[in-house]
Every structure is written in structure tokens, then in C-alpha cells.
């Protein structure tokens, strides 16, 4: 009697070895279904985590702007000489005097980038400068004709707009809102619809920051002419 109960209890475990299709079906279902719930908040909390360490970044290069400033009683050129004239090039990448003088990081002479502080967002690239006055234009010669300037919205910080005849543009630092902006290109960066839509007038209005709900944006530190810092991080 009991050999008969053994061999009927092996049988019934021999048989549940394994799933049967419907099973398989029904995991297989739940594990998409699992899959499709939790890829897309991990990958939002990674954006997150990567514009956080964006932001983290840029302060550090407004952290070196400022020490900069103290040591020169101005702060530097816009880098302006490009062979491409885009942005998604070497346009407006971090001055090389941040480097030479260590406040920032190099990356030597003969590389292209300025620095290691590349932007997160735009591999191969530094994050942007843009001041207001000297500009260099051809390599390391500060042009004497032409100087650099930013758009800002009328009003700004209170107010903000984009629409070309609610700003002005400034190439005179002690009469710009703005002093510098530094930025990253942020998430889906789209340079036709920035040359459609705002020619040079970024990254200053608010409407050119990063927005999660658009899922794309700049990502902005700048200096107000009070010498406080704002930004797309205060979001």
C-alpha cells in the first residue's frame, strides 16, 4: 500500500514539473504587462537623476565664473569662432581661461573641448557660455570691433518672452539684466526648431528652459546683473 502511494505521488510531481502553455501564457502576459508599468518610470527617474547632476554641474561652473571674476574684475569672452556656427558644434563652448587658470578642469591644448565638464546631454561637446562684451572670434584673438550679447525679455526676471519686439539684445555688461548663461542642450534637443523659432534669442527667456511636460528644453544656469544666480533648477 505504501509502494502504491509513492509511485502516485512521484507520478503527480513528475507531471507538475513543468508549465503547461496556458501557464507560460499567463507569465509571460504578466511580465509584459510588469515591464510596460515600470520602464517608463525608471526611465523618467533616470532623466531626473541625469538633469540633477546637470544642474549640479552647471553651479559649478557659475561657482568657477564667480572665482574667475574675483581674481580679473571681469569675467570671460564668449567663445564665439565655430568653422560649423552651431550650436550643436563647438559654438559658445566653455572659455579656455577657466581651464588655463584651474578653475575648471582641461582637457589640453590640442582637444577640441575646452574641458571635461561635458554636457550630459550632448556627448563630445562642453556645456555653453554666453557672456555679454568681449567675444573671440578667430581662435584665441579677442575680436575689438564686435562684442558679445544676449537677448533678454523686457522685464526679466519677472517677465519673460520670447516674441522678438518684448526684449532687447545687450553687448554692455554693466547694462545687461543678464551677465552669462551657461547651459546644456537638455533632452531632445531640436536645432531646427530653435532656428525657426528663436534664431539667437536663447537661452535667456524662460520659455527656452527645459520642460518636463514638453520633455525638452535648455537646461539654464545665468547670472542677474544683482549678481544673483536663477536657473531652470529652480523648477
Keep these: 500500500m505504501h509502494e502504491v502511494c509513492t509511485k502516485h505521488v512521484f507520478r503527480e510531481f513528475a507531471m507538475r514539473r513543468g508549465f503547461s502553455l496556458m501557464e507560460l501564457l499567463v507569465v509571460m502576459g504578466t511580465m509584459a504587462l510588469l515591464m510596460g508599468i515600470l520602464l517608463p ?6 532623466l531626473q537623476a541625469k538633469i ?18 574675483l581674481d580679473h574684475e571681469e569675467f570671460p ?15 559658445y563652448q566653455l572659455p579656455r581661461q577657466l581651464t588655463e587658470d584651474g578653475y575648471l578642469p582641461t582637457m589640453g591644448r590640442n582637444n577640441a573641448m575646452s574641458t571635461i565638464m561635458e554636457d550630459r546631454f550632448h556627448r563630445g561637446y562642453t556645456y555653453k557660455y554666453r557672456g555679454v562684451g568681449e567675444v573671440i572670434r578667430d581662435r584665441d584673438k579677442i575680436d575689438k570691433w564686435i562684442k558679445a550679447r544676449l537677448w533678454v ?8 518672452s520670447v516674441i522678438e519686439d518684448q526684449g532687447d539684445w545687450y ?14 542642450l537638455g533632452p531632445n534637443f531640436d536645432q531646427q526648431q530653435v532656428d525657426q523659432k528663436l534664431g539667437d534669442r536663447y537661452p535667456v ?8 511636460r514638453q520633455g525638452t528644453g535648455f537646461i539654464v544656469r545665468l547670472r542677474l546683473k544683482n549678481g544673483q544666480q536663477i536657473g531652470s533648477f529652480e523648477r
Design 205 to 212: 527667456p524662460k520659455e527656452t528652459w527645459y520642460s518636463p
Design 153 to 160: 525679455p523686457d522685464s526679466f526676471p519677472e517677465k519673460s
Design 41 to 46: 518610470a525608471i526611465g523618467k527617474a533616470r
Design 52 to 69: 540633477t547632476v546637470v544642474n549640479a554641474e552647471l553651479r559649478q561652473i557659475g561657482i568657477a565664473l564667480e572665482s574667475y571674476y
Design 171 to 184: 553687448d554692455e555688461p554693466k547694462k545687461s539684466p543678464v551677465t552669462w548663461v551657461v547651459f546644456s
Design 77 to 91: 569672452p564668449t567663445l564665439a569662432d565655430c568653422w560649423g556656427g552651431s550650436v550643436t558644434y563647438h559654438l
